[in-house]
């Protein structure tokens, strides 16, 4: 197993995630995501998040061309399972337009072992380095956890030193339980809006209870906004507040004073009291519409 300087028990609260940072015809710049990495290492926020998917691949290269000679300061996870082009250079412009052709014509996922190795070291090869700290599944359903045979058929991914970690992402309550009885996995990525949280806060007790890190992304949901009094601090502290002390919350972005910001918010979380109400308060609020 490859060994990174950022260990497990350094993980920042808080995480870059990158699913903004290669998007099709607005793709931040080498020097922008060079920048946001140097306000990273600054502030001990040491957690990157990204995914095969995020812009065809786009946000993991320039992410591998950002940390070039420190990858050893961040604790770096990916995700694959969404079909994805991989044209090479100069057709890989065409790349979203592939994906979207694959999606429309039913070919949204896979989950098949062969698939999911090969996106691994494509991602591998993008991120400049040989091995990543998690491999997430990207929202599979509960019928593709079965067809893994509980994951089995992954765990040599692991195994060989590619990933230190292997993880699932999904909002399915259903999903995650069947991922947590595998007994393979050590983390599990979930939205953690105040809309979400209601079904999912079970989980994140379960994981709690299993020792296994949760990953939140998605904490300003869009379903959080029909209570207008919520503001981005409330949500980020209050998402602190309902998670569990092992967890990582995700700030997507390209500001650096953004990410600061969102780092002292998940610092000093909400009671826990008052974030349940806030939780039952989008919930009737959302009933009430």
Sequence with gaps: MNTSQVSLSSVSRLGLGTGTLGTLGKSASSSQVSGLLDTMIEHDITV?????????????????RAM?????????M?????????????????????KKALHRTGRRQCFDPGYLERCLIRSLRRLCTDHVDVFFLHDPSLEDLKRLD??????????????????????DPTVIREAL????????????????????????DECARQGLTVVANHVMGPGNFGC??????????AASALLPEKAVILCGTRSPAHLVQSDGWVRQPLEKDSAIQMMDNVRNARHAM
């Design 78 to 98: 990916t995700k694959a399972g969404y079909r994805d082009g991989n044209l090479p250079w100069p057709l890989g412009i065409l790349n979203p337009f592939v």
């Design 48 to 64: 990157i998040d990204s995914a095969d998917s995020y812009g065809s691949g786009q946000a993991e290269r320039l992410l591998g």
């Design 150 to 171: 509980g994951l089995e058929q992954i765990k040599h991914l692991r195994t060989n030193g590619m990933t230190n970690e292997l993880g699932v992402s999904s909002g």
């Design 228 to 237: 207008p009094e919520l503001t981005r601090e409330m949500m980020m502290r």
């Design 181 to 204: 009885a595998s007994g393979i996995i050590g983390f599990i990525q979930t939205p953690a809006n105040l809309v979400d949280a209601t079904a999912l806060t079970g989980c994140w």
């Design 68 to 76: 070039r000679g420190r990858r050893d300061r961040f604790f770096l």
